[in-house]
Structure formats: C-alpha cells, structure tokens
C-alpha cells in the first residue's frame, strides 16, 4: 500500500487548457501539503492543509486552487495553464509534531504545458 | 532564507562511509536538524533529524557538533541505490513548512 499517492504520473497538456492532480495519503494525518520542483530542481511549498483548513498558502498565482474534501485527500486544480506551469508537483502529509515533525512525499507529478 | 549550506555535491565509492557536512551557522536553540533524501524520480524521503545528540538508524547517523553550528549525516557503507540529492534542513517550532534548498548530490561509483 502506497502512503501517499498522486494521479495521475504524468500530464501533458495544452497551454491554457484546465487540470486536475489528485493525492490521497492512507497515513491517517492531519497535515497535507503541495510542493513543486522545477526544472532547476529547487522544491518549493505552494500551500498546506491541516484537517481540511487552508494553513500555508505562499505567493502562488489564483490559477491554483488545492481541495481538500477530507484530511485523506488534497487536490489541487490549476486554471489556464501556462508555459511556466511545466514541473513536478509533489504531494506530502505529516502528522503534527512541531520542529520534530516528518513528510511523507508521494512520487510526484510531472506537469508538461505545451 | 537558506539557513543551511552544503556542498554541491560529492562522490563516493561503493561500500565506503560517506560523510556529508552542513554549515548552519544561524541555528536557535529550539531548531531541529533534518535530512531528506530525493532519489531520482522519486519524492523526498526523510532520512533522520536530531537537536542535539548524535542519532542513529537504519538508514544513515547524524553526527551534531557540540555548538550546533554543523552537522554531518553519515551513509555507514554507501550502495548504488544511496545515489540521491541529500538536503539538510532546519526546522523551528512555530515552522509550518519545511524549506528544502539545493541539497548534495550524491554519486556512488560502483
């Protein structure tokens, strides 16, 4: 059984069209989050939930939209995409811990806009 | 706000000890110090983290400089499957999220 995992791998796509990724994690935590590499592989937060509330939400553009329908599960829709939209999205979840705190990451989703 | 420094990368060969430094210079009492590993294709995979004291597991050991200010995570016997970007990374309380930075690469060389 996978932790955490993300559909769908991979995702190819035209520019301004309108998509889904989803994640699931069976860890039974609170917190779950969204990162994206890009191409020069730095990882980087774009918003976390915990038990279903909005709790990071850094500087990402409206086009993004994470769901969270239940702490199981956070997705995240993206608007018109762009050129620039192109990278690995990752999944993560952890349960609250402070500083000591562990991620679990999904295998990620590799974004293509065309 | 990289708080950490580290090596671009290093190279080993297999079966032998690596040793990979971070610098964190800038520490507060209250941080802890966590390494991620990302293997190739992979997501991030927690390797160890400590505040202190030295700390082992199965995967690797976490050797903390008695001021705080480095730290060195140690692959006792590096194998093939350990190629990967290690990042280390401090976590204060209060920090929502874990902000990863350029990390090492790792190659080990059969």
């Known amino acids: 059984d996978t932790a955490v995992s993300q559909t769908p791998k991979y995702l190819v796509t035209q520019m301004g069209n309108d998509k889904s990724i989803k994640c699931e994690q069976n860890?039974?935590?609170?917190?779950m989050y969204w990162y994206k590499q890009d191409s020069k592989k730095f990882l980087k937060i774009m918003f976390s939930?915990?038990?279903?509330?909005?709790?990071i939400n850094e500087t990402v553009p409206n086009r993004f939209s994470p769901k969270s329908p239940d702490k199981a599960h956070l997705n995240l829709h993206i608007n018109s995409l762009e050129l620039g939209d192109s990278a690995v999205y990752f999944c993560a979840s952890s349960q609250p811990q402070g500083a000591s705190e562990k991620l679990f990451f999904g295998s990620g989703t590799q974004l293509s806009v065309l | 706000d990289a708080k950490t420094t580290q090596p671009n990368s290093m190279e080993s060969n297999e079966e032998e000890p690596v040793h990979l430094p971070c610098n964190h210079s800038?520490?507060?009492?209250?941080?802890?110090i966590h390494w991620y590993r990302q293997l190739p294709s992979q997501g991030p995979e927690y390797v160890i983290h400590?505040?202190?004291s030295n700390v082992n597991n199965r995967m690797a050991s976490l050797a903390i400089a008695e001021d705080r200010k480095s730290s060195t995570l140690i692959l006792h016997r590096a194998t093939l499957r350990d190629a990967a970007v290690y990042y280390c990374i401090l976590r204060g309380v209060g920090d929502y999220k874990l902000s990863f930075g350029a990390g090492t690469t790792v190659t080990v060389r059969a």
């Open positions: 400590g505040l202190t």
């Open positions: 800038t520490i507060s009492g209250t941080d802890y």
């Open positions: 860890l039974g935590h609170d917190t």
């Open positions: 939930y915990n038990n279903k509330e909005l709790i």
